[in-house]
């Protein structure tokens, strides 16, 4: 698994498994690493942050920026592990911990107002006035039970987003 052009083995693959959770199967494993080796164009063992953005729905995608600071530089193991948060079968808490990192772009472990008003300006871009933004944030931070002062920790997250009832599903093709 050193180099992007080796082969993987059933051990690689069944280690790639146990990192991810076993949210894939050995076969999707070895689809991710068909993907992984064709955007790691120099055989590197790893992606750069221009590789990541050849693949058209993740330059489109309006938190392109900010997930690259995500996935720049991942080697085959963690790319897997990126990917596995938006797994059918992946638990909301995954899925909520991901959407947390996103929000905390300066890692600090807390998203702060002005944290969240980013991502909210990149989501919206022109359609909404910097006025609307923060109309629309301080009212949703009010009706969960915080202010603009607030900053919320990952457990801030879980409890909000859990509760919710959200969906969270994005397919990753595999094949």
């Given at each position: 698994?050193?180099s992007a052009s080796s082969m993987l083995t059933?051990y690689d693959i069944e280690e790639v498994q146990?990192?991810?959770?076993?949210?894939?199967?050995?076969?999707?494993?070895?689809?991710?690493?068909?993907?992984?080796?064709?955007?790691?164009?120099?055989?590197?063992?790893?992606?750069?942050?221009?590789?990541?953005?050849?693949?058209?729905?993740?330059?489109?995608?309006?938190?392109?920026?900010?997930?690259?600071?995500?996935?720049?530089?991942?080697?085959?193991?963690?790319?897997?592990?990126?990917?596995?948060?938006?797994?059918?079968?992946?638990?909301?808490?995954?899925?909520?911990?991901?959407?947390?990192?996103?929000?905390?772009?300066?890692?600090n472990g807390k998203v702060s107002y002005n944290?969240?008003?980013?991502?909210?300006?990149?989501?919206?871009?022109?359609?909404?006035?910097?006025?609307?933004?923060?109309?629309?944030?301080?009212?949703?931070?009010?009706?969960?039970?915080?202010?603009?002062?607030?900053?919320?920790?990952?457990?801030?997250?879980?409890?909000?987003?859990?509760?919710?009832?959200?969906?969270?599903?994005?397919?990753?093709?595999?094949?």
């Open positions: 698994m050193g059933q146990e990192h991810c959770h076993n949210l894939f199967s050995q076969q999707e494993i070895v689809s991710l690493y068909q993907r992984f080796c064709q955007l790691d164009r120099n055989a590197k063992g790893f992606i750069s942050a221009d590789e990541f953005l050849s693949v058209p729905e993740f330059a489109m995608n309006p938190l392109s920026q900010r997930l690259l600071k995500m996935v720049d530089g991942l080697n085959f193991k963690d790319f897997v592990a990126f990917l596995s948060a938006f797994s059918a079968k992946a638990s909301i808490q995954q899925k909520i911990e991901l959407i947390f990192k996103v929000y905390d772009s300066d890692c944290d969240i008003l980013e991502v909210l300006r990149d989501l919206s871009g022109s359609f909404m006035s910097d006025e609307q933004r923060e109309q629309v944030l301080t009212q949703l931070l009010k009706e969960a039970g915080f202010s603009r002062d607030s900053c919320l920790t990952l457990d801030d997250f879980i409890k909000v987003f859990g509760k919710s009832g959200l969906k969270l599903e994005v397919e990753v093709p595999v094949d």
